[in-house]
Structures are given as C-alpha cells and as structure tokens.
C-alpha cells in the first residue's frame, strides 16, 4: 500500500502562484510515475503534470510553460508549482501514484480557486 499526503492548495487570484506538494509512503520501491490530475466540477479527471522517478516529465497541453513537476526522491514527494494561475485551472487537484506494474493510488485531493 502507498499512502499520499496532498498540501498546498487555496484560494488565488488570476496571475498568481500556488505551490502543491505531495508526500508518498508506505511501500514505494522500484519504478514509479508520481503525477497531478485535476477535477472541475461536472468534467472528467484528467492529468495536469507527472514525473517519473528518472526525472522524465509530461505535462498537459494547457499548463506548458505555467506549472512545473519536480521531484525530491529521498522525501518520496512531488511538487507542481503553478504560476500564472487562471480561472480555468480551478479544481479538485489530486495526486497519482502509478506504481511499477500499473497499480494507482490517489491521495484526497487539495483544493484549488482562481477567483477574483
């Protein structure tokens, strides 16, 4: 079992930054993919950011150039740092853990609001 701590989220105007982090425990060995999808209400999850454990990273086409994955693979933990924020990105964001075979765990979910 993986368990998946998210922070981070908030409330934030338009043109601002969040930073989310997500901490991973439990039995995490091997190669994994650690990742962000989002939910807004009444759309699909779909994926926001990932990483893998080499350092490979993919990102949605509407965040290229706002948000960026990182990783710190001594803490098990995965940031999405999210600049230039705009109403569109509000959202359940959730962190993803994909394990070696294929197995997924998602953490609760953080909150985040662009509103102004």
């Known amino acids: 079992q993986v368990q998946l701590v998210e922070s981070g989220g908030g409330l934030v105007q338009p043109g601002e930054s969040l930073r989310l982090s997500c901490a991973a425990s439990g039995s995490i060995f091997g190669g994994y993919t650690m990742g962000w999808y989002r939910q807004a209400p009444g759309k699909q999850r779909e994926l926001v950011a990932s990483i893998t454990r080499g350092g490979r990273t993919n990102y949605a086409d509407s965040v290229k150039g706002r948000f960026t994955i990182s990783s710190d693979n001594a803490k098990n933990t995965v940031y999405l740092q999210m600049n230039t924020l705009r109403p569109e990105d509000a959202g359940r964001y959730y962190c993803?853990?994909?394990?070696?075979?294929?197995?997924?765990?998602w953490g609760q979910g953080t909150q985040v609001t662009v509103s102004s």
């Open positions: 993803n853990y994909r394990r070696y075979d294929s197995v997924n765990y």
